[in-house]
């Protein structure tokens, strides 16, 4: 018997792309790409979701990721058709190799509707299916960039935030600082922070990259040091790519690196990890290859014996965080004290990935209904297409 044929009703049978805008309150994109706090502002932000169907019936549903992956998506998706949609590793391997140009992220929400497909093919959560026991995840409000006129203009801003959230019920704080070219700003809410709530929350600084030089980011790096932060996250402008300047920063700092965001797949992470580039890893079901991809990077971290960092949040984040031993935190991004999330809710259930939505324990549920346990408003989604692609 040919073991490569899957049964016929496990074929792959129908591929659905939507794109689809939703408006967002209260962040500006036109003075800060990645977003600053601003009450009042209004925008508009497209989505993609995903929906694969077999010849007998088993759906998968996946809506994330970033939504400039579209034509990278519908790509992959023709490759798939007559596919076993429960040979994932199969589907791993010709994402790899077909969007290895693009960083393979069209392949993610592909795969993350896959597992979404398996679970609810068998009456199991993702989490069951990874052989994970978490229920609740300990989570850190991730805020957006400082900018001015915002609600994160100041370093005492920061602090005044962190302490907002500290009595939400979070333990864990990351801040995204300025991106005006300077470091003082920077140094002086990172000192805030470690006076303000250091002993009572975990902290984080994430440059995103945005510091000019090596010596800006030693010198922030020395602030986290003497605020006690507990990591240091893609200090400057390198992208986070470049492992021997990396190693050279973990010499002279005591805070320990975080890196990954911007490195795709586990064999380049293992490059990275193996130059000594980093202290944590990195990995996001959204940017590395789906849950699939995620779990392979988290396991070599454990065998490196280090620990890994889920980037992001949503209901793919919280299935391989419950079934990785390894990690520390659940980034709940992006926030600020207006409220304004970079995406609005498209769950028809009780999910919720916002800021006050957290358990007065610090952390956020794992859902527990079979595949990735959600609802998703699919009305919604159709009723404010951007495009619609079927392929069968």
Known sequence: MDTSTPARGSQIQRVELFLFKQDIENVAFDVNPGGIDMPGVRNTRTRLGVVVETRDGHRGEYIGGRSDTYLHAKFLAKWILGMDAFGREQIYEIARRYLRKEDRIGACQIDNALWDLAGKSIGASVTHILGGQKRRLPAYASTWFAGPGGGLASPEAFADFAEECYGLGYRAFKMHGW???????????????????????????????????????VQVG???????FFWYEDPYSDGGLAGHAHRRLREMIRTPILLGEHVRGVEAMANLVLLDGTD???AD???????TGTMKIAHFAEAM???????GNGPAHRHCMAAIRNTNFYELAMVGP??????????????????????????????EGPGLGVEYDWDFVKNNLVDHIVIQ
């Open 305 to 311: 014996g280090l620990d890994v960092e889920l980037h």
């Open 222 to 228: 020395k602030a986290c040091d003497k605020a006690g």
């Open 179 to 217: 991106t005006d070219g300077g470091i003082e700003n920077d140094i002086n809410a990172i000192l805030a922070l470690g006076e303000r709530v250091g002993g009572r929350m975990a902290l984080m600084h994430d440059s995103a990259c945005h510091l000019k030089t090596f010596g800006d980011a």
């Open 338 to 367: 207006s409220r304004g999330q970079a995406v609005n809710s498209i769950y028809a259930s009780d999910y919720s990935d916002t800021l006050d939505a957290v358990g007065a324990d610090g952390c956020f549920p794992v859902p």
């Open 280 to 282: 944590f890893v990195r």
């Open 285 to 291: 079901p959204d940017l590395d290859i789906g849950i």
